[in-house]
């Protein structure tokens, strides 16, 4: 008998005053791991970002005992999310790493015991191994593949996997360099070349034809192995980061223009003291410190803001020749350059683009909020490609 798809609670909500931390608590309701009474009530607890780490912390230990191992797993997740890089405990050890070792745990357990269908598997790749979760379909309707972007694991998302196994998929989700267990155990940073970790995927399992979603900054990365890689036949900008550094330089307003000009100047004397002001606030120097160790030889806030200029989309937009999906939220700080990518896939096979509005409670990062309607649009342009039905428009002047 045909299992009925995944659903999620659909809406955004304020659990916390500030941006940051309530986005990360919407992402829990979103993924129907803990309901809105709780998240208010946890909301209101946390007043600064170390309360975060300790109610969560205790919040994991207290699930672990009562036998919720998703929410364990989801509540030690959350407490090493906002762990400093660097910081130990009393016998010197890795914070950071204790708890990521926790939560894996726990939600390996988690989806073991509950969709054992999803397989797991270590493939050699230069010389460590890239972590890849799985499941093929027999008689699958098509092949997806999945990766993350900026300071994700793939444990962040696993929940989708059931939903597309549902739809009669067979599913591959892998970490790259600068990603969970590659970074936390191999300490492998991030790569712009992503069609190489992408290929050795694709060769291992010998997939061709295949749909490669990238999510969050991964909607770079993955439009980076599709640019060089033509087993990918469909793309997924899940979200478009057409221009990582601009949109952050736009989202700073008047202030911009001058923090352009100092990411120039590295010598400029203005530094000494903006630095001083970046690491007096927890969540800019967790900022900073999480680029630290996800990117290659960046050790200062002038070099992380000039390594994010790299990830951008505009020349290698015009190298897309698959079918391709752009996808953005309303409220999105990337979305500034929706048109902007639609426009620069001049190449591409089709191009169909979605801007997804409050009113659907889909307009932040990653449609955090309705991942019903998220999952729902790349299914069906999924399936519309792969059943060659012609929609009539490309979609790059539509939203």
């Known amino acids: 008998m045909k299992k009925e798809c995944t659903m999620f609670p659909v809406g955004y909500y304020d659990f916390h005053e500030d941006e940051g931390p309530n986005f990360q608590l919407n992402r829990f309701y979103t993924y129907g791991v803990f309901g809105k009474k709780e998240l208010m009530s946890i909301g209101r607890q946390i007043d600064s970002f170390e309360k975060w780490i300790s109610v969560f912390t205790e919040l994991g230990e207290k699930n672990e005992k009562a036998g919720e191992i998703l929410k364990a797993a989801t509540c030690y997740r959350a407490a090493q999310f906002y762990t400093l890089s660097g910081e130990k405990d009393a016998q010197g050890n890795s914070l950071k790493h204790i708890l990521y070792d926790k939560y894996v745990e726990l939600y390996n357990r988690y989806f073991k015991e509950q969709y054992p269908d999803i397989r797991f598997v270590r493939i050699p790749y230069k010389n460590y191994e890239l972590p890849v979760y799985y499941s093929i379909c027999e008689g699958a309707k098509g092949t997806i593949v999945i990766h993350g972007g900026y300071d994700s694991t793939s444990q962040d998302f696993l929940p989708m996997v059931p939903y597309f196994m549902d739809k009669g998929y067979s599913i591959y989700f892998f970490e790259g360099p600068g990603q969970g267990e590659v970074l936390m155990h191999h300490d492998v940073r991030m790569t712009l070349e992503w069609e190489h970790c992408t290929g050795a995927v694709l060769d291992y399992f010998n997939l061709t034809d295949v749909t490669l979603i990238g999510i969050s900054l991964g909607g770079y990365l993955a439009t980076r192995a599709a640019a060089y890689d033509k087993r990918i036949s469909r793309l997924v900008m899940y979200d478009l980061i057409y221009d990582f550094y601009g949109a952050i330089l736009n989202k700073m307003g008047s202030f911009g223009k001058f923090f352009d000009y100092l990411t120039r100047h590295p010598k400029s004397i203005f530094w000494k003291s903006l630095n001083k002001k970046l690491n007096k606030k927890y969540f800019t120097r967790w900022l900073l410190l999480q680029g630290y160790a996800?990117?290659?030889?960046?050790?200062?806030?002038?070099?992380?803001?000039?390594?994010?200029?790299?990830?951008?989309?505009?020349?290698?937009?015009?190298?897309?020749?698959?079918?391709?999906?752009?996808?953005?939220?309303?409220?999105?700080?990337?979305?500034?350059?929706?048109?902007?990518?639609?426009?620069?896939?001049v190449n591409a096979r089709s191009v169909t683009g979605k801007l997804f509005?409050?009113?659907?409670?889909?307009?932040?990062?990653?449609?955090?909020?309705?991942?019903?309607?998220?999952?729902?649009?790349?299914?069906?342009?999924?399936?519309?490609?792969?059943?060659?039905?012609?929609?009539?428009?490309?979609?790059?002047?539509?939203?």
């Open 357 to 399: 509005t409050e009113e659907e409670c889909a307009d932040h990062h990653c449609q955090v909020g309705n991942m019903n309607l998220l999952l729902d649009t790349i299914s069906e342009w999924i399936e519309e490609k792969t059943n060659g039905k012609e929609t009539g428009t490309d979609g790059r002047k539509a939203g």
């Open 294 to 345: 996800i990117y290659e030889n960046v050790h200062t806030p002038c070099e992380y803001f000039n390594y994010i200029r790299k990830f951008n989309t505009r020349d290698i937009s015009k190298l897309i020749t698959q079918d391709t999906l752009v996808l953005a939220g309303a409220s999105d700080l990337y979305t500034v350059y929706y048109q902007d990518q639609l426009d620069a896939l």
